[in-house]
Structures are given as structure tokens and as C-alpha cells.
């Protein structure tokens, strides 16, 4: 049973950093793309990172240049490194790999 664990959502004021790990059980990280995911109040969710089995990775525009996804395929979890946070930052943060969802982290950018 392949299942995927989010942590390290909060509350950041703007211009903060935040670190959210995705936990993987059942599944190598690293034979699969591992993407992460975001859905604001009131919008329909959007993609905004990925990395392939190769480290290949790629960025929603709206976070190119302050996320970084990562892999740490010893303790088999995905990290997003989420820098220069702003306000419409907010939202909860999904991992996502094939059609298996993780159950979210939510992520506050206020004053």
C-alpha cells in the first residue's frame, strides 16, 4: 500500500522560508516522479514542482527561482524548500505521485 505523509506546513509571515517533507511508504522515491501540489481557498489545485526518477526537476513559474524540490532517497521522502514566501503562497500543500495523493499540509503567508 503505497502511502504519502506531508509535515512542515505553518504559519510564516511574508518573505520567510518553510520546509515541507513528504514521507513515502510503499514506493521508491527515486524510481518514481514525485510532485508537489497546491490548492488555495476557493481554487481548484495547481501543480508547482516535480522531480523525475533522473533528478530532473521543474517549477510552476509562480515559484521559479525561491522553491527548490528535493529528494532524500535514504530516509525516502521529498522535500520543498519554500523561500521568499508571499501572501497568495497560502494554501495547502499536496505530494503526489501517479494518482496517490498525500492528505495535505496547510501553508499560511501573513503578517
Known amino acids: 500500500q503505497v502511502q504519502l505523509v506531508e509535515s512542515g506546513g505553518g504559519l510564516v509571515q511574508p518573505g520567510g522560508s518553510l520546509r515541507l517533507s513528504c514521507a513515502a511508504s510503499?514506493?521508491?522515491?527515486?524510481?518514481?516522479?514525485m510532485g508537489w501540489y497546491r490548492q488555495a481557498p476557493g481554487k481548484e489545485r495547481e501543480w508547482v514542482a516535480r522531480?523525475?526518477?533522473?533528478?530532473?526537476?521543474n517549477y510552476a513559474e509562480s515559484v521559479k527561482g525561491r522553491f527548490t524540490i528535493s529528494r532524500d532517497t535514504v530516509k525516502n521522502t521529498v522535500h520543498l524548500q519554500m523561500n521568499a514566501l508571499k501572501p497568495e503562497d497560502t494554501a495547502v500543500y499536496y505530494c503526489?505521485?501517479?494518482?496517490?495523493w498525500g492528505q495535505g499540509t496547510l501553508v499560511t503567508v501573513s503578517s
Open positions: 510503499g514506493i521508491i522515491i527515486s524510481n518514481n516522479a
Open positions: 503526489n505521485t501517479r494518482d496517490i
Open positions: 522531480v523525475t526518477p533522473v533528478a530532473y526537476t
